[in-house]
């Protein structure tokens, strides 16, 4: 499964589809938690699997997983009684402690879903805290940070810059790493604003995150031109490649290109960048 | 009690008693630590509990509490038994693990101050690989962070924009909140700085703090203001929670809001500033 | 030992002797680990010992180290056997765990190395993780985090600002202080950039790193004017300190001094900044 763009529709929007669709994300996210109200949960979890299995039906490939609330809410329970084989996975938003995960994989298994990929929603003080103790043990295939709930239990203020959550959000890149664990990076609210979506994936990016939320699908377009390497750094880093081959074959460990110093590891993010556009040819081109 | 503005004076100084309550801060801390020097230690211990009985007398609800030094310091024992009941706590400068506390609440205890609120520092590299830690147990109701104590013991340099403490503030943010403990931002050292601690502080906010340290009175409106909404905040706020009601009243969980999508968390933290303010207004607006 | 500039050099290259020696670097290390092809690897450790001995002989007072390949490498074993007493330490790259430093010193002291200063590298995401624990325990003198290799096993992307490793470097700085470890800064790839480099140091120093990693002779007068005190900062620094003392010795613990509010923290680090510069002229002003 690839998560470099995973998109967001309350789960009560089944007229959505085309248009879920023509974005061309890699996971699409039916919401049951904050994208729906309380009035609307009910008929979210009723259109639930309908709504799921047309997605898959007509965009081959594409993941199709469902947010329910969390579990500490009111309405854990209902939600996963809405779950069924059309999704491939589920969504679980404010993970605290690993038995949060654990007891969803034991409810996912009683239900003959126990080959769901999971992914957990990294966005309380307690989550950032805890999240290299939850995700040891591979519980979950998946992680995204919250970037806006987490301010919001913090009792703090987003800014565009986004200082205000470096360390939490560089902290979940660095658990998802060490546990092997797909990590992606937090939303844009302003999903109006396309200079600040390609900045903040940029850098999201550079922290290690290998994709990111969409709240709108035309952010789906913004995100995978940003988790996708530019003509630009392919070229860069393949010939980076051949000049450290060449060096490698005449016994030198470090060579000078374009007035750096390259060694192993340089070389080791150039390789990295080519295998992922490489992955990217594979996929055929998703639009 | 509360801790938007926390106001340090040496504690020997009982003749700025009129200046300390205009600037209307929310608690006064009276140093025995760093504000005193050696050869005023005695001094600064003998004229404490009057100092604090006139401030407490002439500044209703006003917070006073006595920074006392360091567990580890030559002075710690001594500074305890100059504590009294006309304080409303005490600040434990320097905290660095969890029996700090704990010695210091038996001491209150045995001296029937059980009632005190403490206030710890977290001000070096120890306290803060530790705070989340020694804040569990629930024995400190507030901590400050020191930003330069902190960089003095790393051996680091401070510069305007503090990046070099991001870490290190950002931890101790995050520990308070999972803790349920009070955070209180850093000094500003640059006291004719008006610009400087108007960034500051507005950043400490965004991190996730309640109030802040000043090391001179007029800090104190600068904190306050930092830390309070303003007039468009609070409309703002209001405006969206309108919005936000009318589309949960619908059915939506997500509604469009001035080129934002705004969903749960969004809705949380204008209920906060809304909350704040009016608290604000309960609090009778104190100059 | 001192630290402020570290200077890697391949292993396999002797005749670079006199070039490493005029640079004038605190610590040399000769690298048998990324800086040397696969091919070159036998000859690196064959020439090892001699380099060595020739640095030591020609640079009064100069620490020659030699850089292993990592634990977890196939050529550990081999690299370790190449070592002998003309060197006076070694450095373990893409250290993870205190059992990879364990393994090493009890090498060293089969080999009747045990004199040997161990400088472990922080340069993985586990690395990073987990430094605070395997720094616990005495087994390194000196730490460096190589944000390089870091960067690359998180599948990030390096900036000229730095702030994606702002976390990671910040982690290592503290770990290293709480620990009692010298913490040396991480390498600026592009050599040709000398402002680059010199912002890079500044900020390193503002973190709490003594010293920094030169991948270049030339970088190492840049990194040597970094981690000094400025004949400005010091003057500064003596002027606050008399002002201070004066404060002092008539019972101020907090001065006023060119609008700053100056307590005990700040008066420590202007006397740090007088230390440093004495151990500089103790030193002998090497150039």
Redo the contacts between chains.
């Keep these: 499964m690839r998560y470099r763009t995973v998109l967001f529709s ?1 789960a ?1 929007m089944p007229s959505r589809v085309n248009r879920l669709l023509e974005a061309g994300s890699d996971v699409v996210v039916l ?1 049951l ?8 949960k009910a ?1 979210a979890r009723a259109a639930l699997r309908d709504f799921a299995a047309e997605l898959r039906q007509k965009g081959a490939g594409l993941g199709v997983f469902a947010r329910i609330n969390d579990v500490r809410s009111e309405f854990y329970e209902e939600d996963l009684s809405a779950l069924g084989p059309e999704l491939n996975g589920v969504v679980l938003p404010k993970t605290e402690q690993a038995s949060d995960l654990a007891d969803l994989r034991r409810t996912l298994s009683e239900r003959g879903l126990s080959d769901f990929q999971v992914m957990a929603g990294v ?1 309380t ?2 989550g ?2 805890n999240v ?1 103790t939850f995700l040891d043990g591979g519980l979950a295939d998946a992680v995204y940070f ?1 970037a ?2 987490f ?9 565009r810059e986004g ?2 959550v ?3 959000r ?2 979940v ?3 998802a ?2 546990r092997s664990v797909v990590a992606i990076d937090q939303i844009v ?5 396309d200079e600040l979506y390609r900045l903040d994936a ?2 999201g ?4 995150y ?1 994709g990111k939320l969409c ?2 699908p035309r952010q789906v377009a913004l995100a995978r031109e940003a988790f996708t390497p530019t003509a630009r750094e392919l070229e860069d880093a393949r010939a980076l490649l051949v000049a450290f081959d060449e ?8 060579i000078r290109f374009r ?8 070389a ?2 150039a390789a ?1 960048i080519v295998a992922l556009a490489a992955a990217d040819q594979t996929h055929g081109g998703r639009p």
Excluded: C, W
């Excluded at 301010?151 to 800014?159: E, K, V, Y």
């Excluded at 609210?189 to 604003?193: C, G, V």
């Design positions: 309350p009560n919401d938690e904050d994208g729906v109200g309380l009035e609307q008929a966005e003080a307690l950032v805290f290299a919250g806006e709930d301010t919001a239990d913090m009792g703090g203020l987003r800014s200082t205000e470096l360390y939490a560089s902290q890149a660095l658990a790493r060490i609210a302003d999903f109006e604003d940029r850098f990016r550079s922290l290690g290998v709240i709108h060096g490698l074959a005449s016994g030198a460990g470090v007035g750096q110093m390259i060694d192993e590891p340089l080791k993010r990295a």
